[in-house]
């Protein structure tokens, strides 16, 4: 009984760090939203989803403006704190079910399934607003620039590519972080 009761106590304390694991891979621990590699594969599902459906989808990319400026004035604490602020004011503006990451450093990205590109569009000044709503520490309101890509009907184009249906998803994840970087950099130009 004894043994029994020890293996039990294995079983139930390595099913514990498995899940654990599994959080610590897919999550950021500083912003509690998905990290890249989370980021990607729910991408990837909601793609599928949308390839499915016909509906459309968008992504928006996000990055911190003077980012490097807080940091280097005010020290990473106050940087991460700048980083958690936009992240709370990213998720107090998208719905439930979109998909938030925090791509590494300052850039974020949000995938907008059911969305086409006018309804995208005009949550960019809610989510530039709510950014700049949150409350920092070094006195200054928070900015961000945003780029955004659209697909009106997933998978157009992709039929009879040869394409595995998770590389076509991959495909077209790519495809709109492509299109909504350039978008991001052509913001950040006309910002300076």
């Known amino acids: 009984i004894a043994l029994g009761a020890i293996f039990a106590y294995f079983l139930l304390f390595s099913g514990r760090i498995t899940a654990e694991l599994a959080v610590q891979a897919h999550f950021d621990p500083l912003t509690n939203l998905l990290n890249r590699r989370g980021f990607e594969e729910r991408a990837r599902q909601e793609l599928k989803r949308a390839t499915r459906t016909g509906s459309p989808v968008s992504l928006l990319m996000i990055d911190a403006n003077d980012f490097k400026r807080i940091n280097d004035t005010w020290g990473h604490q106050v940087g991460d704190r700048a980083l958690q602020a936009i992240a ?46 949150q409350p920092t520490e070094h006195g200054g309101r928070l900015t961000v620039s945003i780029g955004r890509a659209s697909m009106e009907s997933p998978g157009d184009g992709m039929v009879g590519t040869g394409l595995r249906q998770e590389s076509a998803e ?12 350039e978008d991001l950099y052509g913001v950040k130009r006309t910002r300076f």
Not at 98 to 125: K, N, Q, S, W, Y
Not at 170 to 181: I, S, T
């Open 88 to 133: 709370n004011g990213i998720r107090a503006r998208v719905r439930q079910y979109d998909v938030v990451g925090r791509l590494g450093g300052d850039e974020f990205a949000v995938l907008l399934p059911g969305l086409d590109g006018d309804a995208a569009a005009a949550l960019i000044p809610r989510l530039l607003e709510s950014i700049a709503a």
């Open 170 to 181: 991959g495909e077209m994840l790519r495809r709109l972080a492509k299109v909504a970087d």
